[in-house]
């Protein structure tokens, strides 16, 4: 069974950072590229970053360019998304996906003062 898992999400001041965590089992991570979307109330997921099957090549919206960092770590099948500089506008449900169509359960980020 496919599995994918996200955390490290919680609530944080503007400014602030946050590192979230995406631990995946059942099939072969290390030759899947793997994206991170965020899902605000009210309004579909949209997607945020990507990065490739061994974490050379990185991909990023335009709103979190210079503040985001994806990375994986195929020993642990499990890919990470460090957000610093948080606004507001970051707020919303984080998902890591294989695409293309598998989805984890997310994880709440708010930011806020």
């Known amino acids: 069974e496919v599995q994918l898992v996200e955390s490290g999400g919680g609530l944080v001041q503007p400014g602030g950072s946050l590192r979230l965590s995406c631990v995946t089992s059942?099939?072969?991570?290390?030759?899947?590229?793997m994206r991170w979307f965020r899902q605000a109330p009210g309004k579909g997921p949209e997607w945020v970053s990507t990065i490739n099957s061994v974490g050379t090549t990185t991909y990023y919206a335009s709103s979190v360019e210079g503040r985001f960092t994806i990375s994986r770590d195929n020993a642990k099948n499990t890919i990470y998304l460090q957000m610093s500089r948080l606004e507001p506008a970051n707020t919303g449900v984080y998902f890591c996906?294989?695409?293309?169509?598998?989805w984890g359960q997310g994880t709440q980020v708010t930011v806020s003062a």
């Open positions: 059942g099939f072969a991570f290390s030759s899947s590229g």
């Open positions: 996906n294989m695409p293309p169509h598998t």
